[in-house]
């Protein structure tokens, strides 16, 4: 496998097997691999309680200070002002932390509008997970403990709920496909044909980054 120089971020419909996939491919690549370590450093960095975090992932507000500290450059610069709502705060705490996650060095990114937050990075390439509704489900009861009868309405309940936290915080919409660098159904390929083909993505698109140098 060649040498990876690329952050790789992964947004996925839930049940579509998308963390597993992103520690797979971070394990083929030898790179860092980042999803719940995103809590834990931004719980370290902020002082605020890791429960707090998990808590409030996914979850946006309707609030006019956050738009308003948008517009002032906020995202860019920091954790934000101490009267926005926490949600919001938790928001912009996580994206340092991506950022800073990112600039280390190559490494696969999992959720958190992660791939709106490096936008402007070249080397960042933004990646879409989704599945069918029988692999979701199949997905779902095997390896999350969910009784197939509540299957179906957990997934749908989980895609609504970040669609809702990704629009809001990006003002674009989730899932759809000209905000991504590729989408990939990862029941026509599996857990080990989705994690190669992200690979000899990775390597082609970096081949030909290079030779437009």
């Known amino acids: 496998m060649a040498n990876a120089h690329s952050i790789i971020t992964i ?55 956050y738009t308003l500290s948008l517009n002032a450059g906020l995202l860019r610069g920091g954790t934000g002002a101490p009267e926005l ?21 190559p490494c696969v990114i999992v959720g958190r509008c992660s791939e709106y937050i490096l936008r402007d990075r070249k080397d960042c390439i933004k990646v879409f997970l989704y599945s069918t509704m029988d692999d979701r489900i199949a997905r779902a009861t095997t390896y999350y403990g969910l009784p197939e009868e509540k299957a179906r309405e957990k997934l749908a309940k989980m895609d609504k709920k970040r669609a809702s936290y990704y629009n809001f915080y990006t003002s674009m919409k989730w899932g759809q496909a000209e905000n991504y660098d590729l989408c990939v159904n990862t029941a026509a390929l599996g857990i080990e044909g989705t994690v190669q083909l ?13 030779e437009k140098k």
């Open 85 to 105: 709502p926490l949600s919001d705060r938790v928001f912009l705490v996580q994206s340092e932390i991506i950022r800073k996650m990112a600039d280390q060095g």
């Open 11 to 65: 947004s996925r419909q839930y049940g579509s097997g998308g963390r597993y996939i992103g520690r797979k491919l971070a394990e083929a690549l030898d790179i860092p691999f980042y999803d719940k370590e995103i809590i834990l450093r931004s719980a370290e960095e902020s002082g605020i309680s890791r429960e707090v975090f998990e808590q409030l992932e996914e979850k946006p507000t309707n609030s006019l200070l």
């Open 198 to 210: 992200l690979c000899q993505f990775m390597e082609d698109k970096e081949r030909l980054n290079a």
